[in-house]
């Protein structure tokens, strides 16, 4: 099964080698016909501590690293 990938912007960098990524997604309510936005956080591994709060990043999943960590940042978005 390929991996999933999601784009979502860092909320916390706090944790080494840990990035917190909030990621949004959008639909459409079925009775009452309008755009409801829902997001969940994520917690991904960043090996090199590259990446910073408010950055645009995807999300890959992988394995689990540790309790929390079952993704991995792939890169940032539009770099």
């Given at each position: 099964?390929?991996?999933?990938?999601?784009?979502?912007?860092?909320?916390?960098?706090?944790?080494?080698?840990t990035?917190?990524?909030q990621?949004?997604?959008?639909?459409?309510?079925?009775?009452?016909?309008?755009?409801?936005?829902?997001?969940?956080?994520?917690h991904?591994?960043?090996?090199?501590?590259?990446?910073?709060?408010?950055?645009?990043?995807?999300?890959?999943?992988?394995?689990?690293?540790?309790?929390?960590?079952?993704?991995?940042?792939?890169?940032?978005?539009?770099?």
């Amino acid at each position: 099964m390929p991996r999933r990938v999601m784009t979502g912007t860092i909320v916390s960098d706090k944790g080494d080698k840990t990035v917190v990524v909030q990621v949004e997604r959008t639909y459409l309510h079925p009775l009452l016909k309008k755009t409801v936005r829902r997001s969940a956080k994520f917690h991904a591994h960043d090996e090199a501590n590259a990446y910073k709060a408010g950055e645009k990043v995807n999300i890959q999943e992988c394995p689990p690293k540790s309790k929390l960590k079952r993704w991995e940042v792939v890169g940032r978005v539009g770099a």
